[in-house]
């Protein structure tokens, strides 16, 4: 079946650890997403690429950092900078150009820091 | 800048009721919009989107949106609630054909039995 893979579905980090999340997918999808999000704060774009090897920063961008090396992944670091990291990670990819289609979205990676 | 508004955190309703959960938006031109739905510890679930066309959409699960340009609204409803339906629902919207969603806080609906 074709979907979007993220893992781990947990994740412990300490102080001044860095750590990777993953997100892959086979959906031959051109962009992907990542979106953090904090209770009553709905989803905050983190970064997103829309060609591979190529990717912008979204609103929230500093403390993270991500690279787009194939197609099909799109994994988010999340550095020792980022002062608040423990949130939902949320990973989506879509086609390319087309506007009206929807994201598919990952299950999601929840990352606490102990 | 684009945006947009979910104004009510949290909508109770009895089962078997209407419901209707609110969503406004700010962007020029022509939007493209989205409902998802999410459940506790889950990504996203895709329900319904408008582009253009009929104001009324429907999709998922029964639910249905209605498009209101003038007062640029795109309203959640569903005729009659069930219990399952209880979970955090979030409109977006995509400015353009290569943008991002932008996404609302959401609204957190709880159906009553």
């Known amino acids: 079946d074709g979907g979007i893979t993220q893992s781990p579905k947990y994740l412990f980090r300490k102080e001044g650890q860095n750590v990777t999340l993953s997100c892959e997918q086979n959906?031959?999808?051109?962009?992907m997403y990542w979106y953090r999000q904090d209770p009553g704060q709905g989803l905050r774009l983190i970064y997103y690429s829309q060609i591979v090897n190529d990717f912008q920063k979204g609103d929230i961008a500093e403390g993270y950092s991500v690279s787009r090396e194939k197609k099909e992944s799109f994994p988010l670091t999340v550095t020792s900078a980022q002062k608040n990291p423990t949130a939902f990670y949320l990973c989506?990819?879509?086609?390319?150009?087309?506007?009206?289609?929807?994201?598919?979205f990952g299950q999601g990676t929840r990352l606490t820091v102990v | 800048a684009q945006s947009v508004a979910q104004p009510e955190d949290q909508v109770n309703v009895a089962e078997g009721n209407p419901l209707t959960v609110k969503c406004t938006y700010s962007v020029s031109g022509n939007p493209y919009l989205f409902w998802y739905v999410q459940y506790p510890n889950r990504g996203l679930q895709f329900l319904l989107k408008y582009i253009t066309g009929d104001n009324l959409v429907k999709g998922s699960y029964g639910f249905e949106a209605e498009f209101n340009k003038s007062q640029t609204s795109f309203h959640l409803k569903k005729p009659s609630a069930l219990v399952s339906d209880s979970a955090l629902y979030f409109c977006?919207?995509?400015?353009?054909?290569?943008?991002?969603?932008?996404f609302g806080k959401g609204t957190r609906l709880s159906v009553i039995a």
């Open positions: 977006a919207v995509r400015p353009s054909g290569n943008t991002p969603l932008v």
């Open positions: 959906l031959n999808h051109d962009a």
């Open positions: 989506a990819s879509t086609h390319r150009g087309q506007g009206g289609t929807e994201a598919f």
